[in-house]
């Protein structure tokens, strides 16, 4: 692979739960997840400037989520559908045409993987979409199961190292969940590797 790396017309960026809760503040804040949303309008902005689609996933849970610990789960209550919390920060750049995707809906049912319970992979062969560049929180849960599931697939996938931040409930998963996805066939990338 050499870079700069060029977009194309087959490119698409995908931003994983971006969310209030998942920030300083939140239910469930992760480690430097403030960079990620100043990275992550840095990759809005570069494929805005090339007209390529934007595909944003937000967790939509219902207040009794079989992940919440008062279910039986291993995460305090989070992003539960329609609370501030669940919202995405005011400050990211979303482009005209951004397609959102709800997930993790069901009470009974986790979903990590952006493509797990959604229309994503449908809605993707019908943009022409067959690289995806994956961004978001966190490194080790959504991100990872989605960009396995992304390359299982058949997508091409990049991995926005400036753009994901990890849970880390163990010190070092972030490292080891990247360091999987990309023994999976994922490329690490940054946005001064990608040409303008």
Not at 79 to 90: E, I, Y
Not at 174 to 186: H, I, K, W
């Amino acid at each position: 692979m050499s870079f700069p790396l060029e977009l194309g017309r087959r490119d698409a960026l995908l931003l994983i739960d971006l969310q209030n809760d998942f920030l300083p503040g939140g239910a469930l804040p992760v480690s430097e997840s403030v960079p990620v949303v100043e990275a992550a309008n840095a990759w809005l902005d570069r494929f805005r400037s090339h007209r390529l689609p934007v595909f944003a996933s937000r967790d939509w849970h219902p207040s009794d989520h079989c992940s919440f610990r008062s279910h039986g789960g291993p995460w305090p209550v989070h992003c539960v559908a329609g609370t501030p919390g669940a919202r995405f920060p005011p400050g990211l750049r979303w482009p005209d045409g951004a397609i959102f995707l709800d997930k993790a809906y069901a009470r009974d049912r986790e979903a990590y993987s952006v493509f797990d319970g959604t229309d994503l992979d449908c809605r993707l062969k019908n943009a022409g979409v067959d690289r995806l560049f994956i961004g978001g929180i966190a490194t080790d849960y959504c991100v990872l199961h989605t960009v396995i599931q992304a390359l299982a697939l058949g997508y091409g996938v990049f991995v926005l190292t400036d753009a994901i931040a990890a849970l880390n409930v163990h010190p070092g998963d972030g490292a080891a969940a990247l360091e999987r996805m990309c023994e999976a066939g994922a490329l690490p990338i940054a946005i001064a590797d990608v040409g303008a």
